[in-house]
Each structure stands twice: as structure tokens, then as C-alpha cells.
């Protein structure tokens, strides 16, 4: 059920077959345990989480659960996007807090929040002075973003299309600090999304950061978990327990 190379090991077809029929029997083994426990939230729960999300939203969320769920063990692992699906999918998760949409048919997902993007330009941009910011006011900038390995990176890259902006492709961030820290050298101007910007942004910086003038520009955050996991009413707790999180942070949105 493997094919041994040199240095590594491969599954077969009928290998991939059997570790995906043992993932389904895993799910519906935690699922009866679930059912034997006092709760849905009890017991070991592996949660997948993006880089540029968990840092500034797990530690509230954390803090939560803490105090409603003391018998839950959450075991937090971030990863890049296109990586969260494929180990969900592999059994490494058993549910992921990412960006939507996931693309699997594999993976059944609900949003819970929107959270919006906003611009940051250099201390001394001409754009700096502004509070807000029209989308024509990106015509012929120079924009950063994150590798397409990122939901971001296809988001901005859209918005570069439709204003006339430039992405540079020569200096894609490898996190949102390197992505400020690029601004703030006048290499361009970026999307920040708000819990970052809340977290790390305070008070007279090396980067300005202006609201859109128009609604609608965000991202969509949910939880995604295997269709076949039989353990659907812990992750409807867990998304319960983060909407509580989102609806207390005032620069969310909870709108569906």
C-alpha cells in the first residue's frame, strides 16, 4: 500500500483508499465519545488555524473557552490556507478557523464573521492624511501582499485589476509584519485585515491606516470540517463560542 523511494514514502491508490476510510472511522469513533462525554466541547479538539488570523483572535477566543469549557483540551496548529484544507482533509485538524471559501468538497463550512481589510500606507504618503480611502484612490500605486499561497493574496490581486493599481510581485510578504514593515519603507502600500491592525498598529507608526469610504471590502472567516466527521454539534459549539468573541470586538462584523 506504499511505494519506498529514497529517502521517502509514497501511498498507493489503495494505500490512499484505506487512510482516508481510517480518517472516517476516527471521526465516528470521536463522535461516540463525544456522545459519552458531558458535552460537546469536552475532550481533545484539533483546531487548524491561518497565521494572519489566529495570533489576534485565538487568545480572546482562548480566554472563552477557558472559562465555559474547563474540560476541553484545544490543540491550536497554524498553517498557511492551502495548507489548512489538505491536512483537514488528511485528518491532521479535525476542524479549521480560516478565511472562506474552502474549496473541497470534502469539507462542510459556516461563516461566522466578516472582517474588514484596511489600507496602509506610509507615515509620509500623500494618502496619509486621509482617514478613508475610494477605491480610485489606488489607481497606479504599487501594492504588497501576501503569497499566493494566502486567500489575501488572490483578494488584492483582484482589487489591483479592477483600480488600475500594480501588484509587485518581486516583494511578496511572508507575514503581515513584513508586509507593514515593507510599507513603512515606501516599497508600496498593503492591505491590513482590522484584528491585525488592532493588535499591532497603535498611535503614530511607520504606517498610517485609512478605512474603505464604501462597505464591502473584507473577509469572510468560518469554520470548515470534514462532511464525514460525525462530531458536527462540538463544532457548532466552537463556532458558537467564536461569534460570542467576534460580537464583543467592535470592529467585526457579524452580518451573514
Known amino acids: 500500500m506504499a511505494e519506498r523511494g529514497s529517502g521517502s514514502v509514497v501511498l498507493t491508490p489503495v494505500g490512499r483508499e484505506v487512510a482516508a476510510t481510517a480518517i472516517d472511522v476516527l471521526d465516528r469513533v ?40 474547563p474540560d476541553l483540551r484545544l490543540f491550536v496548529r497554524e498553517a498557511p490556507p492551502i495548507d489548512l484544507e489538505r491536512e483537514l482533509i488528511e485528518g491532521v485538524h479535525d476542524v479549521v478557523l480560516a478565511q472562506l471559501p474552502l474549496a473541497s468538497a470534502e469539507v462542510e463550512s459556516v461563516r461566522l464573521f466578516r472582517e474588514p481589510l484596511l489600507l496602509a500606507v506610509a507615515s509620509d504618503h500623500p ?111 466552537l463556532g458558537d463560542a467564536v461569534t460570542a468573541v467576534a460580537a464583543e470586538l467592535p470592529h467585526l462584523s457579524l452580518e451573514r
Not at 38 to 64: A, C, E, I, Q
Open 127 to 237: 494618502l496619509a492624511r486621509q482617514e478613508r480611502f475610494d477605491p480610485g484612490d489606488l489607481k497606479g500605486l504599487d501594492v504588497l501582499t501576501l503569497s499566493p499561497r494566502y486567500h489575501l493574496h488572490e483578494q488584492v490581486l483582484r482589487l489591483c485589476e479592477e483600480n488600475e493599481a500594480t501588484l509587485r510581485r518581486d516583494y511578496e510578504g511572508t507575514s503581515l509584519d513584513a508586509l507593514r514593515q515593507m510599507v513603512g519603507m515606501g516599497l508600496g502600500v498593503t492591505f491590513l485585515p482590522a484584528l491585525y491592525v488592532a493588535s499591532e498598529v497603535r498611535g503614530e507608526g511607520d504606517v498610517a491606516v485609512l478605512k474603505p469610504a464604501r462597505a464591502g471590502l473584507h473577509r469572510s472567516i468560518g469554520l470548515g470540517w470534514r462532511r464525514a466527521s460525525g462530531n458536527h454539534e462540538a463544532y457548532e459549539a
Open 30 to 69: 470521536d463522535a461516540l465519545v463525544g456522545l459519552a462525554s458531558r458535552g460537546p466541547l469536552t475532550g481533545v479538539l484539533r483546531l487548524g488555524v491561518k497565521p494572519t488570523l489566529g495570533p489576534y483572535l485565538m487568545p480572546h477566543v482562548v480566554r472563552r473557552l477557558h472559562a465555559t469549557h
